[in-house]
């Protein structure tokens, strides 16, 4: 497709109170449209924010407080600017920014505004990754664009459309195309889903929820960027089967922000357990969870050791016991105790996993795998001190606390115990909340999560009563 066709577009610029779309509010729209034939259209209005507008802001903008007060408020506005965004792509620079105050603007007059998005700070970026800025005053002097007066909403949009024209003339179609595809999303974005999603995909941590025709996820996962990890399981260049397959499923994608990227860990492999989606081969609940324990086998075996199998289920994870290795099923426990036993020349028979007569040696120790601990050539404590030896590479940690703890990311609380995850918490009445409920059921993956973590992060101790 030549780059000519993306079309029809507007490219808009906004001016506002200040920075913050939930709390501030538009004081100038410029908008300048494409149509399907290649022509430009101009629009622009002052808008009453009927708020006060900072000096700053006032001496940055020449926009004055005097200036906006006949101006139509964005209600009286609201159905033109409307019609003239509907149905184009949605072009600013920082587009975020203006995008995100339009959207609550429309929001707060129960409107619902959702359009394809490009931003032009990135679309700079990507083409032109050689040059250390992108803002718009940098863009005007490496293109030569025409700018008549910097911060007023018309002329900072009709400099983007110039931006565009620059670069359907310099640049080859397809790598524009390719470009503007990645960026929007639109050349591998399934069809049966709303474009509009598009816009609204974060850039920030969390976990995303790929869901079909019901409202059970087919698929959940984590991301440190949620926009770049949805888009790429639907980028063409590299569909697997599996991809391939979800992306024709696909048919609603919801998010969860985190504070970070622990945040997000944790809460992708709490929701895999909770909704076990078909899609999900790693981290799903596994009710067969199991681990070695080292005990005596008998009063005749003066000092020595066999290993029992037990569930996690069983345990409580909160006080310090002694066990090794987790795995998923008692066959998985069995075969890894059984290569490790015959890497150490370890009794089977010892072990308790092999049974021969009394005082007949094991079948290992016909195949020089066994040290003779079951015909008394190798003594009993001998043989379980070369088990301790072996199996402290598998020991599970021990919860290093006495009771909760929370550890704080931005400005979240993750709240655990005995190495399970309870929640997040942001005021001390929710952690208080979370500590009321019952302790989830211990985790293979979360207890990896936490292990890894946990020593990076300061740690805080809880009571159940009080924080």
């Known amino acids: ?17 200040g920075s913050t779309g939930t709390v501030d509010r538009i004081t100038e729209i410029g908008i300048v449209e494409i149509d399907e034939e290649g022509g430009v259209h101009e629009w622009s209005s002052l808008v009453n924010p009927q708020t006060s507008i900072p000096s700053f802001i006032q001496s940055l903008t020449g926009i004055s407080n005097e200036m906006v007060a006949d101006a139509p408020t964005f209600a009286e506005l609201a159905e033109e600017v409307l019609s003239r965004l509907h149905g184009r792509l949605f072009v600013a620079h920082n587009a975020r ?82 470009a503007v595809g990645e960026l929007t999303g639109r050349s591998s974005w399934p069809a049966q889903l709303d474009p509009a999603v598009l816009a609204d995909l974060p850039e920030r941590h969390g976990v995303y929820l ?25 980028n063409a260049d590299h569909r697997a089967s599996k991809e391939m397959s979800l992306s024709q499923q696909v048919r609603r994608v919801t998010w969860i922000e985190t504070a970070g990227e622990m945040g997000a860990l944790l809460k992708e492999a709490q929701l895999i357990k909770q909704w076990q989606p078909i899609h999900n081969r790693r981290l799903r609940r596994n009710e067969d969870l199991c681990t070695w324990q080292l005990v005596p086998p008998s009063a005749a075996a003066e000092g020595g050791l066999k290993t029992e ?19 998923n099923s008692q066959k998985d426990a069995v075969k ?10 370890l009794c089977l028979v010892t072990l308790g996993l092999d049974k021969v007569p009394p005082g007949r040696p094991c079948f290992g120790y016909q195949l020089h795998q066994c040290s003779g601990v079951c015909i008394g050539e190798e003594t009993q404590a001998a043989h379980a001190q070369r088990l301790r030896n072996v199996m402290a590479d598998w020991q599970v940690q021990v919860w290093p ?42 985790d293979k993956d979360t207890y990896k999560i936490l292990v890894s973590w946990l020593p990076k992060l300061k740690v805080e101790a809880l009571s159940r009563s009080a924080q």
Request: proline fraction near 7%.
């Open 309 to 327: 199998l037990t569930w996690a289920r069983d345990l409580d994870w909160g006080q310090p016991h002694q066990v090794y290795g987790l795995f």
């Open 336 to 345: 890894t105790l059984r290569e490790i036993a015959e890497g150490a020349q």
């Open 210 to 234: 790929f869901f079909g025709d019901n409202d059970l996820p087919l698929y959940i996962g984590k991301a440190n960027n949620i926009r770049q990890r949805v888009l790429s399981h639907f």
């Open 401 to 442: 606390h006495e009771g909760p703890v929370k550890v704080s990311e931005g400005p979240s609380w993750h709240v655990l115990d005995a190495w399970c995850y309870l929640g997040t918490a942001q005021t001390p009445s929710e952690v208080q909340a979370l500590l009321a409920k019952p302790r989830p059921s211990f």
């Open 97 to 178: 920014f203006d995008y995100g105050f339009l959207k609550n603007e429309f929001k707060r007059l129960d409107l619902d505004f959702k359009a394809p998005v490009l931003c032009t700070v990135k679309l700079s970026r990507k083409l032109f990754p050689q040059y250390g800025k992108h803002n718009l005053d940098a863009l005007v002097e490496r293109h030569q664009l025409h700018m008549p007066a910097r911060h007023r909403a018309l002329a900072d949009a009709d400099v983007l459309r110039q931006f565009w024209q620059v670069l359907l003339a310099q640049m080859p179609a397809d790598q524009l195309d390719a």
């Open 1 to 17: 497709m030549p780059a000519a066709q993306f079309q029809p577009m507007v490219f808009v610029d906004l001016e506002t109170t």
